[in-house]
Nanobody
Framework: QVRLVESGGGLVQAGGSLRLSCVVS????????MAWFRQAPGAERELVSG????????YYQDAVKGRFTISRDNTKNTAYLEMNNLRPEGTAVYFC????????????????????WGQGTEVTVSA
């Protein structure tokens, strides 16, 4: 059974940093992309960043470009999201997810393409 567990969330002041981790346990056949989504209170869940199996294809939403960095270590079945210069609008529950990929450089941008999800880790950014 595949399980994703996020960690690293917490309370931080605006301008601060957090590093989220997502560990995948169980077996996923073939290549898979990983992504971080977030859901703010009263809002829809949105894609923050995604990374292909090869790490050669990376996506960021415009609001986090230049401040967030996604990475992965396939030997550890782990993805990371380094978040710098956090803003109050970044307050949300952050979820990681995996998507099976035909190609090692594929990364999906659509939520319903992602197969497995973690429970989420809460990030609160105070003004």
């Amino acid at each position: 059974q595949v399980r994703l567990v996020e960690s690293g969330g917490g309370l931080v002041q605006a301008g601060g940093s957090l590093r989220l981790s997502c560990v995948v346990s169980g077996y996923i056949f073939g290549n898979y992309a990983m992504a971080w989504f977030r859901q703010a209170p009263g809002a829809e869940r949105e894609l923050v960043s995604g990374i292909s199996w090869s790490s050669g294809n990376i996506y960021y939403q415009d609001a986090v470009k230049g401040r967030f960095t996604i990475s992965r270590d396939n030997t550890k079945n782990t993805a990371y999201l380094e978040m710098n210069n956090l803003r109050p609008e970044g307050t949300a529950v952050y979820f990681c997810a995996t998507e099976r990929a035909e190609d090692k450089d594929d990364v999906g941008h659509v939520e319903n393409g992602y197969d497995y999800w973690g429970q989420g880790t809460e990030v609160t950014v105070s003004a």
